[in-house]
């Protein structure tokens, strides 16, 4: 695997910020994104800042007990840090955490509907299952809680009536996964409207989801 120094990783921010601006997946300041430094040290996107004017010196050093070690005058870490937190320390496996807002896979919760799983090969393949994670006021410790039983066993999770928490090697695994889950959703969206959506049969989905296990590991 690829070791990005600070440098690198500031700038990455950055660039996915700005692709998952650009894809609608977050708008204003919404959002946040976090990647691993080492062992003991996670930059994070700051709080309250417009994304697309977002520049590299603004992500701030914080340490696994979300103490701000690095930061610029006036910045403070997002008010979702315990939400990466929580992925962070129970996944030593991953070194990136997205929080999204995708407006069709959140729209599914709104609906009261589940993630479409069952309807696309590359969803199994690629995401596995997608839990729907209860509601959470965001920026208390209830959105950090919300994901607590999902988190280890799985990469990508909806969380309702707000979006979406994706984790990843690296920051663009991370974004893959992001990009995914709002197709399937949105593709879904799409087929629910024309009708009553069908889904693969149950000897496929099984097949699936024993090819996706394979390859995720
Ligand atoms: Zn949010």
């Known amino acids: 695997m690829t070791v990005f120094n600070e440098y690198q990783l500031r700038q990455e921010i950055i660039r996915v910020t ?21 062992e003991n040290r996670i930059l994070m996107t700051p709080s309250g800042l417009y994304k697309m004017s977002m520049e590299p010196d603004d992500p701030i050093v ?16 997002t008010s979702e ?32 509907l589940p993630f479409p799983t069952d309807y696309l090969p590359e969803v199994l393949i690629a995401l596995g299952d997608v839990p729907v994670a209860n509601y959470g ?3 208390t410790p209830a959105l950090a809680e919300s994901i607590q039983k999902f988190i280890k066993d799985h990469n990508a999770i909806i969380l309702s009536h707000h979006g979406s928490l994706t984790v990843g090697e690296t920051l663009e695994e991370a974004l893959i996964g992001l990009e995914r889950l709002e ?12 009708s009553q959506p069908v889904p693969l ?9 024993e090819v996706g296990e394979r390859i995720r590991g």
């Open 137 to 139: 006021t965001p920026g």
């Open 81 to 112: 840090i315990n939400m990466h937190l929580e992925a962070f320390r129970q996944r030593p496996d991953i070194n990136a955490v997205l929080h999204a807002h995708p407006p069709y896979a959140t729209a599914l919760t709104i609906a009261g």
């Open 201 to 209: 049969s149950e000897e496929e989905l099984t097949h699936l989801r």
């Open 62 to 77: 914080v340490n696994e007990q979300g103490e701000v070690l690095i930061g610029k005058p006036g910045l403070k870490p």
């Open 183 to 194: 197709h399937a959703a949105y593709t879904y969206s799409l087929a629910h409207n024309l």
């Open 18 to 38: 700005r692709i998952v601006a650009n894809q609608g997946l977050i708008r204003s300041s919404d959002g946040n994104l976090s990647v691993r430094l080492d």
